[in-house]
């Protein structure tokens, strides 16, 4: 059965740094796309960036230049690099995996950061 465990959340001051990471294990034979996705108090999840098996990458505009998503395919993990963090980047954060064709959530990551 396929888990998918996100960590690295926590609290920071803005302008500051983290890095999310997520990895996948049980019974995978292929990944296709991997992202990152973050949903704030009282707003809809949206995406914040994804990278697909070929190695191409998708930013929302609000994280371009800020955020690095990168992917080890050996150890099934999607990694998301945050600089300059604002305020307005206060979110739990959502890895998701396409699996086997299967779509695949994580629990979810808090980052939290203060002005």
């Known amino acids: 059965q396929v888990h998918l465990v996100d960590s690295g959340g926590g609290l920071v001051q803005a302008g500051g740094s983290l890095r999310l990471s997520c990895a996948a294990s049980?019974?995978?034979?292929?990944?296709?796309?991997m992202g990152w996705y973050r949903q704030a108090p009282g707003k809809q999840r949206d995406l914040v960036a994804r990278?697909?098996?070929?190695?191409?990458?998708y930013y929302a505009d609000s994280v371009k230049g800020r955020f690095t998503i990168s992917r080890d395919n050996a150890k099934n993990t999607v990694y998301l690099q945050m600089n300059s963090l604002k305020p307005e980047d206060t979110a739990v954060y959502y890895c998701s995996m396409q699996i086997n064709r299967g779509n695949y959530w994580g629990k979810g990551t808090l980052v939290t950061v203060s002005s």
């Open positions: 049980g019974g995978i034979f292929s990944i296709n796309v």
């Open positions: 990278v697909f098996s070929s190695g191409s990458t």
